[in-house]
C-alpha cells in the first residue's frame, strides 16, 4: 500500500470516528443509566430501554446534523480532489 491510499484510508477511519463517536457515546451513557434504574427498580421493560436512546439518538443527530454533513462534505471534496490528482486530469 502506498503512502497516499495509507492516508486516505488513515483519513476515512477518522472521519467515521468523527461521526460515529457522538452518538454512540451518548447512546451508550443513556442505556447506562437505564440500566441502573432498571436494576435498581426491578423494572424489566424493553421499551423504558429503548425509547429513550431512541429520543436522545434523534437529539444528537439534530444538533450535530449540520457539522457532521460539513464534515462530510469536506472530506468528499478532498477525496474528489485527490481523485483528480491521480488521474491526471486539471
Known amino acids: ?6 492516508l486516505a484510508v488513515r483519513e476515512a477511519l477518522w472521519m467515521a470516528l468523527q461521526l460515529a ?3 454512540l ?6 442505556g447506562l443509566v437505564i440500566s441502573v ?15 429513550p436512546k431512541l429520543v436522545v ?10 457539522s457532521m454533513v460539513g464534515s462530510m462534505r469536506g472530506y468528499a ?3 474528489f480532489d485527490r481523485m ?3 488521474g491526471g486530469q486539471p
Open 77 to 79: 471534496a478532498s477525496l
Open 57 to 66: 439518538l434523534g437529539v444528537v443527530l439534530l444538533l450535530l446534523g449540520p
Open 25 to 30: 457515546i451518548a447512546m451508550l451513557a443513556v
Open 21 to 23: 463517536g457522538p452518538p
Open 37 to 51: 434504574f432498571q436494576a435498581l427498580t426491578q423494572i424489566q421493560e424493553a421499551t423504558l430501554a429503548f425509547l
Open 1 to 6: 500500500m502506498d503512502n497516499q491510499s495509507a
Open 84 to 86: 483528480v490528482a491521480v
